[in-house]
């Protein structure tokens, strides 16, 4: 299989000395979605910003479609479509106004602008709305705008950053949709950052998790979840405590139980090494050949969350409801001021 | 031919949206007319001496003073070109022009064709104003032709001025006081609406070397007099020559600061 994109040691620090990226290492695949997932300030933007060439990276190479990116320029351009995490809509300008200019930037003959473009916008659902100011649609329809004109040139990489940032969860469902059809039905690769971790979860084929500039773990998101090695399966068991003694014994004893912790009253969380599912029936069978009924059974796999937790020490979700109120808080002042 | 193309395109965005926005159409259109309405007619009375009529080389104060409010209108409007990188910066806009692959130079390129197309439509409109108001333009339809290009020269040399000056600076405020800082003096330490002859030593000094005093004399020329090469051609020249190496200066601006 083909590397559509290869980094090898990228390391880029700011003017001000802020170290953003710290030797970071990836490549994607062709027709793959690669997941970048990590929490504000991770260095997910400054990862693609150098990828596309937008900044010089401080040291390390890239490679994007076999081309050197600060070589070539041109090339990476041409082949690459790129929705950056701030929807960089010119609102004054109409829907269709707007990517007809982005086809124009690309070069891209006038008729073939005007077929591309009633394509990607009807596929995006703003054709009805194509001759409005684009100042008058809402945060999604922008969105979504930015990213059919990220694509007017039928670009071989997509790149994504923060797609779904700000959207109520149907607009990300929505969103999660045109992905997953760009690379099903236009054979696309697609490279997304987030720091939703179901948007990472649910998408990718493979996720990077990155920390403070760092790619901390990476591999497809069931592996990644798989290594954290364990499930946690929670009991709640309807007899009282009397008689639990014995089949807390016959739990621990067997080979794949690592732990049996007691978290309330007649609720009992046991830690398994992977497979928690198919322990499941015979913790019921054990309780009942003891007389022991059972309330309710729950079985929780680890999340990308857990691995992120797992690899950093740190919730990923620690401070982020904030910066949402202020991207929002400032889409909404961008209005106001039209 | 890609450059030309996205040079058109970059000033196209400008264009499209400086129609939308009616009022600010209407204003750009309403000022011309105070200005030589209001000035011409309160300054009229004093050419009315022989002396002053020999300083301004016409009996029509109107007819001296429409040369200046063409320069000064493409002034003004040029000027304010930079703040539409500091607001794409903002918006993210400027950053989308540099993921896609036109080259950067056609950025203040386009800015500065839309501020002189902007201004040739201003200047057209003062034209046909002041033909309204009785001047008579020496050098006739062609002379006009030809004062246009110089006005959309002038305006060149400024709004590429501002638009180097927007590359560096970061907020729309800090863009507009330098460039009022600079634009007042620049107006009026040039022979655009007083005669040299009527300014102090010092103050003829500094019209003598202002480059609005050099575009202001092949308009005047055709205004007044009519075709003479002679008399016109070291303001063109040094007009369209600063007009180029500003120009030149602004793309060198943009190719560097924005290769971070
Ligand atoms: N233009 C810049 N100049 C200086 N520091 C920056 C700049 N852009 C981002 N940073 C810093 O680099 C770090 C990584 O930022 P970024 O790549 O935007 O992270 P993410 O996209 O993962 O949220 C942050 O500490 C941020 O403050
Ligand atoms: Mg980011």
Not at chain 1, 50 to 74: E, F, K, M, N, Y
Not at chain 1, 161 to 172: A, I, K, S, Y
Not at chain 2, 50 to 77: D, E
């Amino acid at each position: 299989m083909n590397n559509a994109i290869e980094v090898e040691n990228l390391i880029k620090v700011y003017k001000n000395g802020v170290r953003a990226v710290d030797g970071v290492s990836f490549s994607v695949h062709e027709r793959e979605i690669f997941g970048f997932l990590g929490p504000n300030g991770a260095g997910k933007s400054t990862t693609i910003k150098c990828v596309i060439g937008l900044l010089r990276p401080t040291s390390g190479t890239i490679r994007v479609l076999g081309a050197d990116t600060g070589q070539d320029p041109g090339v990476v351009k041409r082949n690459i479509g790129y929705a950056a995490q701030e929807t960089a809509v010119d609102d004054r300008l109409t829907g269709w106004e707007n990517l007809y200019l982005q086809g124009r930037f690309y070069h891209l003959p006038r008729a073939e602008i005007r077929r591309r473009g009633e394509e990607v916008l009807k596929l995006f659902g703003l054709w009805e709305r194509r001759n409005d100011v684009a100042g008058t649609y809402s945060g999604g329809m922008l969105k979504r705008l930015d990213i059919a004109c990220a694509l007017i040139h039928r670009p071989r990489i997509l790149f994504l950053d923060e797609p779904t940032l700000g959207l109520d969860v149907q607009t990300r469902k929505t969103i999660w949709e045109y992905i997953e059809m760009l690379r099903g039905e236009h054979g696309m690769t697609i490279f997304l950052t987030t720091h939703y971790m179901e948007e990472a979860d649910a998408l990718s084929d493979r996720v990077a998790i990155i920390d403070r500039g760092k790619i901390v773990a990476l591999d497809r998101p069931g592996a990644l979840k798989a290594g954290i090695g364990w499930d946690l399966i929670t009991v709640r068991f309807s007899t009282d405590g009397g008689e639990l003694g014995g089949l807390l014994s016959a739990l621990l004893a067997l080979p794949e139980v690592r732990e049996v912790r007691e978290t309330e009253d007649g609720i009992y969380r046991i830690a398994v090494e992977r497979n928690g599912d198919r322990l499941i029936p015979r913790i019921v069978r054990l309780a009942e050949a003891r007389g022991i009924g059972i309330h309710s059974i729950r079985l929780k796999r680890p999340t990308l969350n857990d691995v992120y937790l797992h690899y950093t020490g740190r919730e990923i979700r620690e401070a982020e409801g904030s910066r949402e109120e202020l991207i929002r808080s400032r889409v909404m002042a961008r209005r106001i001021r039209r | 031919m890609t450059f030309l193309s996205d040079v058109w395109y970059v000033a196209w965005r400008e264009l499209v949206k400086f129609f939308r926005a009616k009022v600010r159409v209407v204003v750009t259109l309403i000022q011309p007319l105070l200005w030589l309405g209001l000035m011409g007619n309160v300054l009229e009375g004093f050419t009315k001496s022989p002396y002053v009529q020999q300083m301004l080389g016409t009996s029509s104060y109107l007819s001296f003073m429409t040369p200046g409010i063409i320069l000064m209108t493409v002034l003004f409007g040029g000027v304010f070109s930079g703040l539409s990188i500091v607001w794409d910066r903002r918006i993210g806009y400027l950053e989308k022009l540099m993921a896609v692959p036109i080259s950067r130079g056609a950025i203040p390129l386009g800015k500065m064709l839309a501020a002189a197309i902007q201004g040739g439509i201003q200047v057209l409109v003062i034209i046909l104003i002041a033909t309204a108001f009785g001047v008579r333009f020496a050098a006739g339809p062609l002379g006009v032709l030809l004062i246009l290009l110089v006005a959309m020269f002038f305006s060149s040399i400024l709004s590429g001025f501002s638009l180097a000056l927007a590359v560096r600076v970061k907020t729309q405020e800090t863009l507009m006081a330098v460039v009022n800082f600079l634009t007042m003096p620049l107006m009026f330490t040039s022979n655009a609406l007083f005669p040299r002859e009527a300014m102090p030593g010092w103050l003829a000094a500094i019209a003598k070397v202002n480059p609005v005093t050099h575009a202001v004399a092949p308009i005047r020329e055709l205004t007044l007099r009519g075709w003479d090469w002679g008399a016109m051609y070291p303001g063109i020249a040094v007009t369209v020559g600063l007009a180029l190496a500003i120009g030149i200066w602004a793309q060198w601006t943009f190719r560097r600061a924005t290769a971070e």
